[in-house]
């Protein structure tokens, strides 16, 4: 079993810069990637960042250039570093492990991140 816990969410101005981080616990050798989905109202699921195990990552389209995801191995935890925010990015983010399944095996509790002036 792996235990994630997030942090880093808030309000933030259009423009404006956020750092989420997702501190991983457990059988953490298991773990095969890590990233971060997220869901805004009305709208479906979208996969924002992907880091795996060996150090590739992968962005949706739509935050290709202003987020980074990267893994410190240390402490066991993922961070993605949102720049240059825009309102469309509001949403509820939640970051997830995949075990080796192609697929999130488990979930953070969600974090909520506004876009707003």
């Known amino acids: 079993q792996v235990q994630l816990v997030e942090s880093g969410g808030g309000l933030v101005q259009p423009g404006g810069s956020l750092r989420l981080s997702c501190a991983a616990s457990?059988?953490?050798?298991?773990?095969?990637?890590m990233g971060w989905y997220r869901q805004a109202p009305e709208k479906e699921r979208e996969l924002v960042a992907v880091v795996t195990s060996g150090g590739n990552t992968r962005f949706a389209d739509s935050v290709k250039g202003r987020f980074t995801i990267s893994g410190d191995v240390i402490r066991n935890t993922v961070y993605l570093y949102m720049n240059r925010l825009k309102p469309e990015d509001t949403a509820v983010y939640s970051c997830?492990?995949?075990?080796?399944?192609?697929?999130?095996?488990?979930w953070g509790q969600g974090t909520q991140v506004t876009i707003s002036s």
């Open positions: 457990g059988s953490i050798g298991s773990i095969k990637a």
């Open positions: 997830y492990a995949d075990r080796g399944l192609g697929y999130p095996q488990s």
